[in-house]
């Protein structure tokens, strides 16, 4: 069983008219939803929790963390930045989305600066996969079509991805890199960019697909823990030193 | 001309015997000798200097970034950090040396914990070059022999480097990745592991010759900025939006 | 269940001595035997088998292909080499075993030479994990040590690989990047390095565990087929054409 | 001096009128009178000359050798295209342009099908950077704009590129990986796109300052050829061997 806590700052969605329309209850309750009958155990976790809902107990018990904020990315506490960001490197999966580039353990994790061109006009967004026998891609077909969604453009300031799932077409003429996976330590992060707060994209079934799979290949690999510092040799030096 | 500056925390050498007697001036100093003749324009820089030596004047004029530190990394300035951080993003490289992986710079560059394994036990490395037509490379044999070095073992912690130049071989019998490129923002980063402050590593020609190619290729290539932020489509939206 | 067949050239076995005493039955026996209780369907064949045992028949219903070949290259048929070649980019995982780096369908694969250094000289090499939550190295503790193997070393003439899992360390020496992987089409290719025909390497646990961890890793994710050739536009042109 | 070879099949200019009109003399023709001013040394070669322009001595003074083919790719002789192979294997560079993806000499040194999507619609092509800093990419702003291109759509059946320079955005919806490098044994080679025989795409002045960049990147770097086969250990084995 995969524990996965889905992470909101929940802002948007009780201010702005717009984004209440679309989600409700919450950008989390549609993800929540969405994921329901994969078989994961789902908590959700909001800004205005205490701890932002992420306490050490939730953090140590979470197998993959989504993440969704915008807004509010500076009213997140440094700690619990801190622990999101040591947890990743101890091997939870980071699903990061959409405006989640700007979040403090996003940046934390990349070290570059995370920016990129945008545009809200309800354009289309066609998201093309570049990596088709990937786990991330099973079941998508070549492209998702999203009628409406905010731009974003590049160039955009991240390390090169270790592989590349995900190319974004905007009618609006740019490109993008939608789906990139990163190895941070221990931990699998996997940047997903469809999500504009005001439009439907994570009612979309393929989105949601993705959403699914990069779980799965997020969750963490059993493994042997490396073992750093002072180290005796594996060789004998003795016959060797001078 | 190539603005180099080399930085060195510059405190074994004043306090352990060892170190003083292979580097009397610093390592700073012996990086700088070796460097002498390459046609760059090398300033140094230390960390009991003021702003460590990395006022805004030095930083803003400096294309290349060497650093060396290993048992003072806790006092170099948060603030410093940030600048020489900000200035890599910007297009400067960096050029880190041996125990600078665990370098505040470094590290937040990296957003892992760059953590390894080391022994000290003046053992042999093998440095080999697994990219033979890189420029980080050029006039470098198949192999460096460093008779005496610390190890330093693997799993090093790092993100997945852009390019691996070197890998070295130690007589202990462990194996590293000592020779990465990295991009982060618009400045090229270059990790190269030899240089322990016993030992006299710096006065090697060929790991100079790699320090040396090392500039030439983190020289920032002449570039357009990339613009970020608001952007109007390229391609008109009026027939395509509904 | 996964179908493995696993293909071996078997002339060295009936020739040589020192081999025929550590492989009696061959080393697709060995292998066999040691994959035997993982759970898949395994199928051996041999150079002397008409169509070397690869008909179309044993290809199209083989999920994983592990092939060990050496000293008969050049007797592998060109026809069965291009059926090899194509059933990889259409999916079926490829393990490629140690001097399986000249084979045929590894070099037509790579687009490379392949070339590598080598000695036999029973010396003692240590595998190195530098990808420690890879699923390839699932169970496998920081190192495997190999008493007796031949050497291979750096520069080995392959393409950059996609993901570099395992670095070794030969006394002798030298460093060898142990185990790659690499996409190719739609098909997966993990390159192993050990396993010289003169030592009991395919009789290890842990080079074992790693064969075994690399078939469920190359199996194929099931996906959507690329669609290839002319390509109606997916948003309307009528409005932008000139 | 670079010594430039410019290969261009010449087959659509002499018999196809649309070709004709835009380039009346052949590509080749206006390759070279783009690249004029750079300070390369320029031949061009073309299918229809002894050994296609490609004899010992024109390959064996070539630093960098560009390829534009498209209808005729079968009819370049087997053993030209193993020397040019072998020529990039052995360091010069190799600039693939547009159609040429389907050349024998890129499918070879890919190891893949080199398949894609295409299109002819006249359709406009935005080709964006999203490797800022890159030599190749140098003078080019953020994007190149094509009113009339033809469509090459993902998937592009290439192994995962070394670097990706530039993608593409088509009105038609699609996206491709436009702009990208790869080392094949001493060799860098350069993918790049645009450029239909129907359409001016080689006067853009930005297209060409990307070509002539990546004649200046793809130059063989000075280097120490690899040495390969039997290897004497560095480190004495005296002591070590059983």
């Given amino acids: 069983m995969v ?15 717009e984004a209440k329309e679309v989600y409700p209850e919450g950008i989390h309750k549609v993800l929540a939803d ?22 050490d107990d939730v953090l140590n018990t979470t197998d993959v963390l989504i993440w969704w904020g915008h807004m509010a990315h500076d009213r997140v506490n440094d700690q619990v930045v801190s622990k999101v960001v040591k947890r990743v490197l101890d091997g939870m999966g980071f699903i990061v989305l959409h405006s989640g580039h700007f ?40 492209h998702i079509l999203l009628e409406h969604e905010e731009m974003y453009g590049e160039f955009f300031d991240i390390p090169t991805p270790d592989e590349l799932i995900f190319l974004s077409n905007f009618a609006g003429g740019e490109v993008f890199r939608s789906g990139c996976t990163f190895k941070r330590g221990e931990g699998k992060i996997f940047y997903f960019r469809p999500g504009h707060e005001t439009y439907p994209t994570y009612y979309n079934p393929q989105v949601m ?23 005796e040799p594996v060789r004998p030096l003795g016959d060797i030193l001078v």
């Fill in 103 to 142: 979040s403090k353990p996003f940046k934390a994790l990349m070290g570059t600066s995370c920016d990129l061109k945008w545009r809200e006009a309800k354009e289309q967004e066609i998201i093309w996969c570049v990596n088709p026998n990937h786990p991330i891609a099973e079941g998508i077909e070549s």
């Fill in 209 to 231: 697909k993705v959403i699914s799979n990069s779980i799965r290949w997020a969750h963490p690999t059993p493994h042997t823990k490396p073992v750093y510092g002072y180290s």
């Fill in 3 to 17: 524990n996965v806590t889905i992470w909101n700052e929940f802002v948007h969605e009780k201010i702005h008219d």
């Fill in 34 to 55: 969405g994921l329901a009958g994969e078989g994961y155990a789902i908590r959700t976790a909001t800004l205005d929790q205490p701890e932002h809902g992420l306490t």
